[in-house]
């Protein structure tokens, strides 16, 4: 048992869920391309602070980072009494202009926090008993981090309560557990995304052995990529893990004096011959470092809180590379990725597949490779992407970093040993819409959001654009896109990147063929388990050609009268469909009502002359007949 599990020796703790749970609030997102804000020469920060105007709120910035356009983007999180507020954060960009054009406020109000007696250890002790019940823990990759925050709740209150970060050795689960005044959980995050490529069938290439050559030392490089005479660098570490102690084997990784790490592969024999192990280690650090570069190129950077050893005093946090191990000992058929905070390593496990004699190597695979890796690019650049459609979300994504680096429409064909693959269908032409995303698995959800992805790629293309473009706004949407996303809100952050109207449109076109249209709405409710509800719609804007809505012909009729010296109208209508109405007298808007087909106008007492009532479907130009009342 790890040292700090002792205390679980000194206190009896009984751990449930609260009642009142962690309130994972919906962010307020505000956007305007031509701005927000007037042009300005201030910093970022000055900008974002001067539009909350919130003085009282206790913000820092954590990250800030370029992007496309000149667009400068900053996260800034929340504390209060000296502790950090759960889940608080600000999220924002600033154009080249210096104008504000987006800003996601998920930051809450200052309010009285009840106050625990519980010291870190009762934290811990509380973590561990509800992630172990009453059995020893696992041994622990690393110490268990507790950290005091302010935890925002379901009623609305606040109170002080611990974030507990604890990460097994074998299974490589990494947890955040939150627990509230009292000693109980009220949230838990799972930062491991695993995938059982078994269960969901899907198909992607394989391609004959190539030599190939490093980088040199390119910008998204600077040191190169090997670091020794073997397969340690700047950006990944990997090594064969086959006895799963989470570090390399005797001779587990290949020797080179001249760093060439040539390895014929043998098919006919197992993975576990010292060439083909070699190889797999030399391919799994190899297509680390692709990815990483490729991606470091179109906006995950050290300031975005990518993952390198050495930043270059680029910004973010450094001391991550990613731990890659090839060959796990932990399992089978399967691989994972394990996603902690800026400045810690990540850690990749790939395993053997047992669908084909001899057995086959997720390490030689590259779509497993980059599925993986993709879900480190959207833990650390969007956040929270667990669970429900976010965990859907990040699975689809990590689909999309595969099929857009390989530009093959399925997944994992070789590992599978199988022409469809580890998903139901392949991408192109895929069958199924966004209302099918409404299942128990992030797997088969994801791939609603990778279907969408891949229909763009395709659009983007047949219209003359270059992936390296897409590459670039689907990285920097993320900039623009809240933690804990629905498909809607990641479908706008990618809008918000693009540069004009055009684009949107092509975004558009290949969203709402999904059924992720104007207005689809994906809704989850998680708590430790999650139900979702989905709203599909295949609607384009109409300046992308989409086809206007049904047109409501609203009749109106109107009763003038006095009571009591006051002249009113009593107006009635039928016809509208929408859920409110604005009602108009002599053009100017009086009020927002329910559409229940009746209202009531009292006007001044000495009014007096012709008035004109309208009734209008809320927010649009929808409208009935003009009706006279003379007083």
């Known amino acids: 048992m790890h040292k700090l599990a002792s205390v679980l020796g000194m206190l009896l703790v009984t751990v449930t869920a609260s009642a009142a749970s962690f309130r994972g609030h919906a962010p307020q997102v505000s956007r305007s391309a031509s701005g927000l804000t007037l042009p300005s020469n201030a910093s970022p920060e000055a900008i974002v602070r001067g539009f909350l105007n919130r003085p009282d709120r206790t913000l820092a910035v954590s990250r800030q980072n370029g992007g496309t356009h000149g667009a400068k983007h900053l996260l800034m999180e929340q504390t209060l009494n000296g502790r950090a507020v759960y889940g608080a954060y600000v999220k924002a960009s600033v154009d080249a202009q210096g104008r504000l054009t987006s800003i996601i406020d998920h930051s809450v109000d200052n309010g009285p926090v009840a106050k625990t007696s519980l010291a870190g250890n009762d934290a811990l002790a509380a973590a561990f008993a509800y992630r172990f019940g009453g059995a020893a823990a696992p041994a622990l990759h690393r110490e268990p981090v507790v950290t005091p925050v302010v935890v925002p709740m379901s009623d609305g209150s606040l109170e002080e309560g611990f974030l507990v970060e604890t990460w097994e050795q074998q299974s490589n689960d990494l947890w955040h557990t939150v627990i509230g005044r009292s000693g109980n959980v009220v949230h838990q995050e799972h930062r491991t995304n695993t995938d059982s490529y078994f269960i969901f069938p899907v198909n992607p290439g394989v391609s004959a052995q190539t030599l190939v050559s490093g980088p040199g030392t390119p910008v998204e490089s600077p040191s190169g990529w090997v670091a020794s005479n073997t397969t340690i660098g700047n950006n990944v570490d990997a090594y064969l893990d086959r006895d799963n102690n989470n570090g390399a084997d005797a001779n587990g990784r290949p020797v080179s004096a001249t760093q060439d790490f040539v390895y014929t592969f043998d098919g006919a024999a197992a993975p576990t011959t010292v060439t083909n192990q070699m190889l797999a280690v030399s391919s799994l650090f190899y297509l680390n470092n692709v990815i990483h570069d490729k991606l470091h190129r179109h906006g995950f950077n050290e300031a975005a809180g990518n993952f390198q050893s050495n930043n270059f005093g680029r910004g973010g946090a450094q001391n991550d590379p990613v731990n890659a191990e090839a060959q796990d000992g932990g399992g089978t058929n399967n691989a994972n990725f394990s996603t902690p905070g800026d400045g810690s390593r990540p850690r990749m496990q790939m395993y053997l597949w047992n669908t084909a004699t001899p057995n086959r190597d997720g390490d030689l695979d590259a779509d497993v490779v980059f599925h993986e890796y993709g879900h480190g690019l959207t833990w650390r650049m969007i956040g929270s992407m667990s669970g429900g459609l976010a965990g859907s979300i990040g699975e689809g994504m990590s689909d999309t970093l595969a099929t857009y680096m390989t530009g093959n429409d399925t997944i994992g064909e070789y590992v599978k040993n199988n022409t469809v693959g580890i998903r139901r269908y392949r991408y192109e032409g895929y069958p199924l819409t966004y209302r099918s995303a409404n299942s128990t698995s992030v797997h088969a959800n994801g791939e609603i959001y ?71 709405a994906g809704t989850d409710s998680c708590v430790f388990t999650c139900t979702i509800s989905i709203q599909e719609d295949f609607t384009k804007p109409l300046v992308c050609g989409g086809t206007p809505p049904p047109v409501d012909v609203i009749t109106l009729t109107t009763r003038g009268y006095r009571s009591k010296n006051t002249p009113r109208v009593d107006l009635t209508w039928s016809g509208s469909t929408a859920t409110n109405v604005d009602v108009y007298r002599n053009g100017t808007r009086v009020t927002t009502t329910a559409n229940d087909g009746a209202h009531t106008d009292s006007l001044s007492k000495n009014s007096s002359g012709a008035f004109t009532y309208k009734v209008c479907n809320a927010g649009t130009t929808n409208c009935s007949n003009d009706s006279v009342v003379n007083f």
């Open 450 to 520: 990778a279907a969408a992805m891949w229909k763009l790629r395709g659009l983007w293309l047949a219209s003359g654009r270059t992936m390296d473009s897409l590459w670039s706004y689907v990285i920097d949407g993320m900039n623009y896109t809240p933690s804990n996303p629905e498909y809607e809100e990641m479908r706008d952050g990618i809008l918000a990147a693009m540069p004009t109207q055009a684009e949107e449109c092509v975004v558009w076109d290949a969203f709402s063929a999904l059924g992720i249209g104007v207005n689809a």
